[in-house]
């Protein structure tokens, strides 16, 4: 039997620690063929969704894909996103959180995550600099 990935269960720890901690928790995917997302906010090829549970309706993160149900625009729409698609989750606030290593749709084992650790210091750890880091803007 395959060893299972460790990705959505360090999903599903990170959302509850932001809903747990009063932050918003954001996942950054990677669009595909497989993702169903409203196109019109994807921007090179990637979107950072609002997983909070008053943005969403029916959030499911399983252990194949997130699905839910969020208004975009004002237009209510079903979003679903595979495992393999998710890039990283974090809080909005303080941008703590993982973020995974690419993976191809056959990689199931377990996954590679870069975090920010936890310092000893008085002062936080500036978050890590990577490619993929997303970039939020407003949009009105």
Do not use: W, Y
């Given at each position: 039997m395959p060893e299972r990935s460790t990705k959505p269960y360090l999903i599903r720890a990170i959302h509850e620690w932001c809903a747990d901690s009063g932050y918003t928790p954001y996942l950054s995917v990677k669009v595909d063929e497989n993702t169903r997302v409203p196109m019109e906010f994807v921007k090179n090829g990637e979107i950072v969704l609002n997983l909070a549970y008053d943005?969403?309706?029916?959030?499911t993160i399983g252990n194949d894909q997130v699905q839910f149900a969020a208004r975009f625009g004002g237009v209510s729409r079903e979003?679903?996103?595979?495992?393999?698609?998710?890039?990283?989750?974090?809080?909005?606030?303080?941008?703590?959180?993982?973020?995974?290593?690419?993976?191809?749709?056959?990689?199931?084992?377990?996954?590679?995550?870069?975090?920010?650790?936890?310092?000893?210091?008085?002062?936080?750890?500036?978050?890590?600099?990577?490619?993929?880091?997303?970039?939020l803007q407003i949009v009105k």
């Open positions: 943005a969403t309706h029916k959030l979003c679903s996103v595979p495992m393999v698609a998710v890039i990283g989750i974090f809080a909005r606030e303080n941008g703590q959180g993982l973020f995974f290593a690419p993976e191809s749709d056959s990689a199931t084992a377990g996954s590679h995550t870069v975090s920010q650790p936890a310092s000893t210091d008085s002062k936080p750890a500036p978050p890590p600099a990577s490619p993929t880091r997303p970039k």
